[in-house]
């Protein structure tokens, strides 16, 4: 099918994608939206055959749940058994944002969505356009990134059309995600609460609202009992390059430790932060300023690039341990499995 590309950068535009976006929503059709930590795949979540259709598109396994997107605490509560005075403070602190709160599923959510699981994760984004279309829909909107299953998040309209583009009839073109990572999930049905999937807001910050908060721990969830949150997968986010984390004391440790990789070294990638180094070509290094909100930001935009440019080794220079950096050195050990 020819994907239309619609813009959104003047009044007019904007509401005119947003008209077309939700006529095909409602219809039951599958359409890609910007949102401020990565474009998202979306489909009404009420809706479990267009929900199926997602999955169809994506190639993404059934047992990998679905985060709901919403545009108010009501239609949140809509979505949950219980939305108790926890999620209402997360909510007043976070929302709208990039931070999913996992509750009781209503009944009125599929079993799709929630990989058959009893929680289903809820978020209210920030970017203007999603929250446009949920108002006009009437209804929240399933929504995982919209990528191919396992690969890269997109950032921009140009990555989602790069890998989805035969496969979908509308890619709504809202300009880089800000974020650029995807959301914190919380679990708030234990306690206390636990971070299932880090991201940009981080423990320091949950705890501020509640006092304490768990790090996941990989023997929380078995292989038998359903995921409560995507991103939870070992491997995820990957570029089709390997890619490698590591540290370097300086350019000769760095030339021996890529040495071993066998690659020449016009198909070695590199992103880093602090350590420049010399010896490569300027176009296979890229420099993200050593903050983590601009490293977010940058990330998947530099996955992206490198995949288009060749690369077949991509190394990206270790991360600070400092908690505002957890959620990127999940995303990288994912995509390095």
């Not at 990998?64 to 209402?88: Q, Y």
């Not at 997360?90 to 996992?102: D, I, Q």
Request: charged residues 20%; proline residues 7%; neutral net charge.
């Amino acid at each position: 099918m020819a994907v239309e590309i619609l813009p959104t950068h003047t009044s007019e535009l904007f509401q005119k994608a947003v008209r077309r976006a939700a006529e095909l929503l409602r219809a039951g059709e599958v359409v890609a939206l910007p949102t401020e930590t990565v474009y998202g795949l979306a489909a009404n979540a009420l809706d479990k055959n267009a929900v199926a259709k997602i999955f169809q598109i994506k190639g993404r396994p059934a047992h990998n749940p679905i985060i709901v997107h919403v545009a108010s605490n009501e239609m949140a509560r809509d979505c949950v058994k219980d939305f108790p005075n926890l999620a209402e403070r997360f909510s007043k602190a976070f929302w709208p944002g990039p931070l999913t709160l996992v509750l009781p599923r209503a009944e009125t959510i599929p079993n799709l969505v929630t990989a058959g699981g009893e929680t289903v994760g809820v978020r209210w984004p920030s970017h203007p356009f999603m929250q446009a279309v949920i108002r006009e829909c009437g209804f929240p909107l399933a929504a995982p990134s919209a990528n191919l299953s396992n690969q890269v998040s997109p950032t921009s309209a140009a990555h989602v059309r790069a890998q989805l583009g035969e496969k979908i009839s509308l890619i709504v073109d809202g300009g880089q995600s800000q974020v650029g990572i995807e959301s914190t999930v919380l679990d708030l049905t234990v306690s206390p609460p636990r971070v299932l999937r880090p991201g940009m807001i981080h423990e320091e910050s949950l705890a501020a609202v509640c006092g304490e908060i768990q790090s996941l721990n990989s023997k929380v969830q078995s292989r038998d009992s359903a995921l409560r949150s995507p991103g939870l997968l070992e491997k995820h986010y990957s570029p089709k390059a390997k890619l490698v984390v590591m540290d370097w004391t300086d350019e000769a440790d760095l030339g021996a430790k890529i040495s071993s990789f066998k690659f020449q070294r016009s198909v070695i990638h590199l992103i880093v932060h602090t350590k420049i180094p010399a010896g490569f070509a300027a176009e296979n290094v890229c420099v993200i300023p050593h903050d983590a909100e601009a490293f977010a930001r940058a990330l998947y935009g530099e996955l992206h690039r490198c995949d288009a440019a060749g690369a077949k080794l991509i190394v990206v220079e270790a991360l600070p341990s400092a908690s505002e950096w957890s959620g990127i050195a999940d995303r990288l050990r994912r995509a390095s499995a």
